[in-house]
């Protein structure tokens, strides 16, 4: 017989996290909406006033704007597929038998850039990137390449950029497929691998299906972590040289802190959240007709 549990006991337990949702998550969402609808500047708070959906219109006839969104959209398109091929290449090999000490040694590694801060990696790249001193142009000179301008030209900073992203964030793609793979029954991956050589097949019509939650969670998170991208490209490049590394991100900071458009700034935040909200449903749709 199962006992009733009191109302009480489900707010003692509830509540705490339900209150700590309401302070960090939902209130500051309010605050940044309603913030929106004003034409709110920090140097000019005695011309606060309200504008309903003006900063709204603002920013979507803004071409910075959709510049930034382009970058943001050519690096998020460029990364992750390269992140979730690596990713998905090592999750395979990790999940072979045998080797257990290669493999346990290669999830100790796989953690470290992970842990590694987005500012901390910005800063490492730009120490590793200098043209002068740095250890990657060192390193190129003794094989007779001169020394490259990463951080000073705007098309090799943006694919600077890329390879750090891709850096940091496969090893949290191949961890997060890793355990896709072991939800595969054991008994049936090894009765098709029994049937056919081809890993292609293994992997397309036996350990595919298992692992769309793993890849719509990947994508969800990628996508909102590439979007909210700030802190590695601010450090590494502060957002140029001119504006070939403002992301979006990077963009709304700009407007916020050095602009001091806070009323524009939130329409841009809030309109970010939107996209991410859309492209979040849109994978889920999309990947779970696609098994069906």
Do not use: C
Not at 54 to 81: C, H, K
Not at 119 to 144: E, P, R, S, T
Not at 271 to 289: E, G, K, S
């Amino acid at each position: 017989m199962t006992a009733k549990v009191s109302r009480k006991t489900i707010f003692a337990f509830l509540g705490p996290a339900v209150f700590a949702l309401l302070l960090v998550g939902i209130a500051p969402l309010l605050y940044a909406v309603w913030k929106s609808l004003h034409n709110f500047n920090l140097t000019k708070q005695a011309q606060t006033r309200f504008v309903g959906l003006s900063n709204y219109a603002e920013v979507l006839t803004d071409l910075s704007f959709w510049q930034a969104m382009g970058r943001t959209a050519t690096l998020f398109l460029i990364s992750v597929p390269i992140q979730i091929a690596l990713g998905l290449l090592i999750a395979i090999v990790l999940h072979r038998p045998g080797l257990t000490f290669f493999k346990t040694l290669t999830r100790l590694s796989l953690v470290l850039p992970m842990a590694t801060t987005y500012a901390v990696v910005g800063l490492l790249a730009q120490v590793m990137l200098n043209q002068k001193y740095g250890v990657v142009n060192q390193m190129l000179g003794w094989i007779g390449i001169e020394p490259i301008n990463f951080i000073g030209d705007p098309t090799n900073a943006f694919i600077a950029v890329i390879i750090w992203d891709i850096w940091q964030w496969t090893p949290f793609v191949t961890l997060v497929l890793l355990a896709g793979l072991s939800t595969v029954p054991p008994e049936i991956e090894e009765a098709a691998q029994l049937e056919t050589k081809s890993q292609w097949l293994v992997l397309r019509y036996v350990q595919l299906p298992f692992l769309v939650p793993s890849l719509v969670a990947v994508l969800i998170l990628r996508t909102a972590d590439t979007l909210k991208l700030f802190d590695m490209p601010f450090t590494m490049t502060r957002g140029g040289p001119g504006s070939a590394t403002e992301f979006i991100a990077v963009l709304i900071e700009r407007v916020g802190n050095r602009q001091f458009d806070i009323g524009l700034a939130s329409a841009q935040a809030i309109i970010m959240l939107a996209i991410t909200i859309f492209l979040a449903r849109l994978y889920i749709r999309f990947f779970y007709r696609e098994v069906n």
